[in-house]
């Protein structure tokens, strides 16, 4: 920290970095080696009581695996996100390219400049530009959607007309709530990106739609096909969809970079 | 226990524990997170502002880290991929904390005990320009507390900054000096209401 640059101020600061009330750290490390040797139905090496680590994000899981048999639709929550689980059919929908539901095409530049957050890409080498744009809005913030053709390592499904998609969207806003219908036979598996919790969902046929603040639902005209990874990151949700596998969805969210100015 | 502390005389480099780690060997991220846990609790604490909070962030995610290890790039330097890790933990906690504690001084006494003692005047406005310094601080946004925080009392580099807040170093750099500006231009009114009153 020592800097003969440093400003007065900045003198200051790193003088009171001592005093600050930090409290000093407990002993993660036994702790954490102990949850991961239980994890690995190894014996625990000792004792330090395991606090409640990841108490929501387990519930949320156990929630979840209960859920999909459920009878009638009961939702839960990720951040800003809402499943649902719904036994009943749904009708069928075209698929996205031909939805008004996703918004106004337009191009990266105008969707980078136009929405109330730090619009971001791929930037794995298969993927390169998307082939297409789409903004929309509501929610507050806007929501994008970059939809890329056959790639590489991404190609077209009989069942759909794109190789990957990705949306993202503000969604710690309490007034409107994301919310993903999910079909019976959906499989759901806990995985995280950059550590975040995400879940990817499989195997089966889900659609997308929003509500607003009185809980009218006013969309529900994006039809999804392609198994799905859904995380929240910096109070924005994101989706990729299409993805030949939960380690290529992986990848592709955590390639994310902002994407650059085209000025 | 410790088994992975030393080789050959000399301490195992964090790849080698990640190396072992990612093998299953579970004493050797044991020994990662021991090296990591100050930094990575006082990260946290700085973003929630609450020692069981800070404590639950830290330590999941750790365990985050530990499941994501398969995808953590070889010849990466993992002190920064582990705090944006357990940043990330931090925020999902403090976005739905109630409330959180301001920032405050440690009581008792001045904790460079290696110089030589001042006297007991200059000692008090010393400890009267802390206050005054904290109370400054305490006054910015939050956004403001976060980013001096994590430069001054974690003493983050930009890199780690911006892999902690998920934002581009640019941004990160002129967020900071921003925060800066606001705390010098509060700073020195409180000074100067101090002086008149």
């Known amino acids: 920290m020592a800097d003969q640059h440093l400003s007065p101020l900045e003198m200051r600061l790193a003088e009171l970095s001592a005093f600050i009330d930090v409290p000093a750290a407990p002993p993660l490390a036994s702790a954490v080696a102990?949850?991961?040797?239980?994890?690995?139905?190894?014996?625990?090496?000792?004792?330090?009581?395991?606090?409640?680590?990841?108490?929501?994000?387990?519930?949320?899981?156990?929630?979840?695996?209960?859920?999909?048999?459920?009878?009638?639709?009961?939702?839960?929550?990720?951040?800003?996100?809402?499943?649902?689980?719904?036994?009943?059919?749904?009708?069928?929908?075209?698929?996205?390219?031909?939805?008004?539901?996703?918004?106004?095409?337009?191009?990266?530049?105008?969707?980078?400049?136009?929405?109330?957050?730090?619009?971001?890409?791929?930037?794995?080498?298969?993927?390169?530009?998307?082939?297409?744009?789409?903004?929309?809005?509501?929610?507050?913030?806007?929501?994008v959607t970059l939809v890329y053709g056959a790639r590489p390592g991404y190609p077209l499904q009989p069942d759909r007309m794109y190789g990957l998609v990705l949306t993202q969207f503000r969604a710690d806003i309490q007034a409107e709530n994301f919310e993903k219908l999910i079909m019976e036979g959906v499989r759901i598996t806990h995985t995280n990106v950059h550590g975040l919790p995400a879940y990817w969902v499989a195997g089966g046929e889900h659609f997308f739609f929003y509500r607003d603040a009185t809980g009218q639902i006013v969309n529900t005209t994006l039809r999804l096909v392609g198994d799905t990874l859904i995380w929240e990151e910096d109070g924005v949700t994101h989706r990729v969809e299409g993805a030949p596998s939960l380690q290529a969805a992986i990848a592709v969210a955590e390639s994310l970079e902002p994407a650059p100015s085209g000025e | 226990m410790y088994g992975w502390q030393e080789v050959e005389g000399r301490p195992l480099t964090d790849a080698e524990l990640i190396e072992a780690a990612r093998g299953g060997d579970v004493s050797a991220y044991e020994e990662l997170v021991r090296r990591y846990q100050d930094l990575a609790y006082r990260t946290a604490f700085l973003v929630v502002r609450d020692a069981e909070e800070a404590r639950d962030a830290a330590q999941e995610g750790f365990l985050s880290a530990h499941r994501a290890l398969g995808r953590f790039r070889v010849g990466a330097d993992f002190r920064p991929w582990l705090l944006r890790i357990v940043a990330n933990a931090a925020r999902n906690r403090r976005r739905s904390a109630t409330r959180r504690a301001a920032l405050a001084l440690r009581a008792g006494r001045d904790p460079a005990s290696g110089d030589a003692a001042p006297s007991p005047e200059a000692a008090l406005l010393a400890a009267e320009q802390r206050a005054t310094l904290m109370a400054a601080i305490n006054s910015l946004r939050e956004d403001d507390q976060l980013v001096i925080g994590l430069r001054w009392f974690a003493e983050l580099g930009e890199a780690e900054m911006a892999e902690v807040l998920g934002r581009p170093r640019g941004t990160v750099k002129s967020r900071l000096s921003r925060a800066m500006a606001r705390l010098r231009e509060v700073l020195e009114r409180l000074e100067e209401d101090l002086s008149d009153g």
């Open chain 1, 34 to 143: 102990d949850r991961l040797r239980a994890e690995a139905g190894l014996r625990p090496s000792w004792r330090w009581p395991l606090p409640s680590v990841g108490r929501g994000t387990a519930l949320a899981v156990a929630a979840t695996l209960l859920l999909v048999s459920a009878v009638a639709a009961i939702g839960i929550a990720l951040g800003g996100l809402r499943l649902i689980f719904n036994p009943e059919s749904l009708p069928p929908l075209p698929s996205i390219p031909n939805q008004p539901g996703i918004g106004q095409q337009t191009t990266l530049d105008a969707a980078r400049s136009s929405v109330g957050f730090v619009l971001r890409v791929p930037t794995v080498s298969a993927l390169g530009e998307p082939d297409q744009v789409y903004v929309m809005e509501p929610p507050a913030g806007g929501a």
